[in-house]
T-cell receptor, first 115, second 118 residues
Framework: AQKITQTQPGMFVQEKEAVTLDCTYDTSDQSYGLFWYKQPSSGEMIFLIYQGSYDEQNATEGRYSLNFQKARKSANLVISASQLGDSAMYFCAMREIQGAQKLVFGQGTRLTINP | GAVVSQHPSWVICKSGTSVKIECRSL??????MFWYRQFPKQSLMLMAT?????????EQGVEKDKFLINHASLTLSTLTVTSAHPEDSSFYIC??????????????FGPGTRLLVL
């Protein structure tokens, strides 16, 4: 069975600093996808970035980058130059490629950006 | 971008009543829709996978007769919480996967429905 682990319940960072949110995963599948989502207090789920298991390069989307270490089964999210609006819950998720393509979510990390 | 709506966004009901939540993909067709439940300060837990024209597939521990799911068309899925009780109070979120979606394409999430059962 697939499992996602986020070991940081909460993170506090000064504005403009970079922050790394940890995510490790466990799967026996060779093909899978890894996603990061942001959930502000309004509750909406905002897609941030995707990494495929066969992608050789780390994914980047603006200020977001994914530090993908396949051998360690980790997919950490790096946010550069943090902003006050980055304060939110962040979820790492894994998607099975076969079958129903369900998403399995980690426990989440609450990020707080201090001015 | 792809938009998913949910209605209602808020619902307060008395214990014992049934509540229906609609999930619509507004600008795309969705073969598969997913229903999640989220308690405060917790993660999203998948309740069921809904496929158009067929019975939903429920996750282990989710009562099928309690949470009725209907996926009547490629743009609409409904979740009915039957005989709701206070412990059913939660945030319910749906998501949709477009037809012919690539593996790298995210599920598109609705804004969620907050249910409070008194």
């Amino acid at each position: 069975a697939q499992k996602i682990t986020q070991t940081q319940p909460g993170m506090f960072v000064q504005e403009k600093e970079a922050v790394t949110l940890d995510c490790t995963y466990d799967t026996s599948d060779q093909s899978y996808g890894l996603f990061w989502y942001k959930q502000p207090s309004s509750g909406e789920m905002i897609f941030l970035i995707y990494q495929g298991s066969y992608d050789e390069q780390n994914a980047t989307e603006g200020r977001y980058s994914l530090n993908f270490q396949k051998a360690r089964k980790s997919a950490n999210l790096v946010i550069s130059a943090s902003q006050l609006g980055d304060s939110a819950m962040y979820f790492c998720a894994m998607r099975e490629i076969q079958g129903a393509q369900k998403l399995v979510f980690g426990q989440g990390t609450r990020l707080t950006i201090n001015p | 971008g792809a938009v998913v709506s949910q209605h209602p966004s808020w619902v307060i009901c008395k214990s014992g009543t049934s509540v229906k939540i609609e999930c619509r993909s507004l600008d795309f067709q969705a073969t598969t829709m997913f229903w999640y439940r989220q308690f405060p300060k917790q993660s999203l837990m998948l309740m069921a996978t809904s496929n158009e024209g067929s019975k939903a597939t429920y996750e282990q521990g989710v009562e099928k007769d309690k949470f009725l799911i209907n996926h009547a068309s490629l743009t609409l899925s409904t979740l009915t919480v039957t005989s709701a009780h206070p412990e059913d109070s939660s945030f319910y979120i749906c998501s949709a996967s477009p037809l012919l979606a690539g593996v790298q394409e995210t599920q598109y999430f609705g804004p969620g429905t907050r249910l409070l059962v008194l």
